[in-house]
């Protein structure tokens, strides 16, 4: 495999067998000739400071039962404060704060032990598709609540989920901040409406925050629960290090479970049955927040660059606006007239998207598309999609 080099992407511009030769799903499991631009990954070499890390311990030659087992919980709780507190004004209780493997068992640990089978869950639509389908295989009642989509971009409105959560009698909201797929940054007015309504209706609130340290300037994240004491205390924030700083394979996350409730219940559950992250998963994490926030900024500089590039390339009739945060384009195929453009994509330009149906009421004739790659990889996907839509007149 070749050397893994410093540069955030030199890596792979200087030699493009690099992306084919990791072992990561996104590369490895396309086939030959197929660029993949679907799942949230960065073609981009892990930080330095992480890669220390990583190395530091195995050179150590201890990968036994790490010393927070017998404690108050893992060195992460801290470092997610000082975190917060740096970068948001919000220093969140340390003893509040829970780890698990990522936010998806984080979200499956707060509905089970925060509903019951049969209780209606809100969530905005388009949203990720893990977790609409994590409300059907958990027993509940996911109650779509759409966003707004005009010319200057999408939108959330707070009456409309103040009218679903009435009808449907939810008691429970899941918030994605920044948002996936549509990239939106919600301002402070937006959060500030929403949570009137989760305090008029009592909702507790699991606020997706994973794409924080993915926002571009001038959009500002603000944590939900940084709102108020109030808000805090009918929140759960989850987040990770693995979408910023392209570690998802460390398999660790966090979450600070303002509920009170929340935490007696998850603190109830059998001390194993969510396992536990481990050592490796601890060290890139801290690693990443502590001292990579240098390499981050690079990071940020090319994707926004890449964010322009998208919209100068894209092939014409797709609709598109700039996201305010993450590496992904959510991207309106509707005026091609295509059954599914996903599968169009896929077998005339040799693309890998995610077709706009998997995340729910409002994605129909969408794709999403993640241009957190080098600017090469994305100038050959944009001249596929290109050619292949010239196909069609």
């Keep these: 495999m070749p050397e893994l080099i410093t540069g955030p992407w030199d890596a792979v511009s200087a030699d493009p067998a690099w992306l084919r030769s990791k072992p990561g799903i996104k590369w490895a499991s396309a086939a030959p000739g197929v660029l993949p631009a679907w799942v949230a990954e960065l073609d981009f070499a892990i930080p330095p400071a992480v890669r220390r890390g990583l190395a530091d311990l195995a050179g150590v030659g201890d990968l036994g039962y790490p010393a927070w087992l017998e404690g108050a919980g893992t060195p992460l709780r801290e470092a997610f404060r000082d975190r917060m507190a740096a970068r948001h ?219 322009g590039r998208l919209g100068a390339a894209l092939p014409e009739g797709i609709g ?14 509707r005026s091609l007239g295509l059954t599914d453009p996903a599968e169009f994509f896929l077998r005339n330009a040799g693309v890998d998207l995610i077709s706009g149906s998997s995340f729910g009421a409002g994605g129909e004739g969408f794709v999403r598309l993640n241009f957190g790659t080098t600017p090469a990889v994305l100038a050959e996907i944009c001249a596929r999609m290109r050619q292949a839509v010239e196909t069609l007149r």
Excluded at 235 to 242: G, K, N
């Design 89 to 307: 004004g919000w220093s969140p209780d340390p003893a509040q704060t829970r780890e698990f493997t990522d936010l998806n068992q984080a979200l499956q640990a707060v509905l089970h032990v925060a509903t019951e089978p049969g209780d209606a869950v809100a969530m905005h639509v388009p949203g990720y598709p893990t977790f609409l389908r994590t409300l059907p295989k958990m027993g509940r009642r996911l109650i779509p609540v759409a966003l707004d989509h005009g010319r200057d971009g999408w939108s959330f409105d707070a009456a409309r989920l103040d009218d679903a959560v009435a009808a449907s009698g939810a008691r429970t909201l899941i918030l994605v901040n920044p948002h996936n797929p549509t990239g939106r940054v919600l301002t402070p007015a937006e959060l500030a409406a929403i949570a009137d309504v989760a305090e008029a209706r009592d909702l507790l609130v699991i606020s997706d925050e994973i794409h924080a340290d993915l926002a571009y300037a001038p959009a500002v994240h603000v944590p939900f629960a940084s709102l108020s004491a109030r808000t805090e205390a009918r929140t759960v924030t989850m987040t990770s290090a693995s979408k910023a700083f392209n570690i998802a394979g460390a398999c660790c996350a966090v979450a600070h479970v303002g509920s009170a409730r929340v935490r007696d219940g998850l603190d109830r559950l059998p001390p194993d049955l969510l396992g536990r992250i481990g050592s490796a998963g601890v060290i890139a994490t801290l690693a990443a927040w502590r001292e990579s926030d240098p390499w981050l900024t690079t990071v940020l500089t090319t994707l926004a660059a890449n964010r």
């Design 320 to 333: 598109y606006h700039e996201p305010e945060a993450t590496c992904l384009a959510w991207l309106d195929c």
